[in-house]
């Protein structure tokens, strides 16, 4: 299984860059790591998903050592309302039981 | 409405019940998955559905059972519910292209069992 180990919180400020790496030693070839959001009483939200190098949408960058046995998801810029559990996930669909959730990192961003 | 909706959104039941809860998305979707939350923790994966009359079992199967007879619907039901199925339950889809791995959530169901 592609288990995955966050951090379990971080703590910012606003305005600043935030990084948050995700360790899976285990991803298989064909796995995709995605992040998701998600805010207390909510479904988790899709940030982005990346399977190497760097990606980038308008909310975050991914970015996939060559090995790919990490990953770092970059927000630019927090404001107060990104305050929220990131989750990073590695998994395919061709055998959707193995798709794992981590624990989270949760993140706090102070003014 | 477009989207994915769960009910009831809060449901409160005994410990031995049969309890049913309710997936429907709008998107005809292939994908469908049932996540339980525990207070505090990540999501784990109890069931998912690949297409209709398609399902498998997930992380945390034991005591759960679905069935997926439209595409649209995805219900999840407790055939005797117990204390430690106490716990918020998402459902989501995805549709399934190559490398779509974007998951839609449903807003969750709290389940409460006494």
């Known amino acids: 299984l592609a288990k995955t180990t966050q951090p379990i919180s971080m703590d910012s400020y606003e305005g600043q860059e935030v990084n948050i790496t995700c360790s899976h030693n285990n991803i298989a070839t064909n796995d995709y790591i995605t992040w998701y959001q998600q805010f207390p009483s909510q479904g988790p939200r899709f940030i982005i998903q990346g399977y190497k190098t760097k990606v980038t949408n308008e909310v975050a960058s991914l970015f996939i050592p060559a090995d790919r046995k990490s990953s770092t998801l970059s927000l630019p810029r927090v404001s107060l309302s990104d305050t929220a559990v990131y989750y990073c996930l590695v998994g395919g669909y061709s055998n959707a039981s193995k798709i794992i959730f981590g624990s989270g990192t949760r993140l706090s961003i102070q003014p | 409405d477009a989207g994915i909706t769960q009910s009831p959104r809060y449901k409160i039941t005994e410990t031995g019940r049969q309890v049913t809860l309710m997936c429907h998305q709008t998107w005809s979707h292939s994908y469908m998955f049932w996540y339980r939350q525990d207070l505090g923790h990540g999501l784990r994966l109890i069931y998912y559905s690949a297409a209709a009359d398609i399902t498998d079992k997930g992380e945390v199967p034991d005591g759960y059972v679905v069935s997926r007879s439209k595409t649209e619907n995805f219900p999840l039901t407790l055939e005797s519910a117990t204390r430690s199925q106490t716990s918020v339950y998402f459902c989501?889809?995805?549709?399934?292209?190559?490398?779509?791995?974007?998951?839609?959530f449903g807003p969750g169901t709290r389940l409460t069992v006494t």
């Open positions: 989501a889809s995805k549709h399934g292209g190559q490398g779509a791995h974007e998951q839609y």
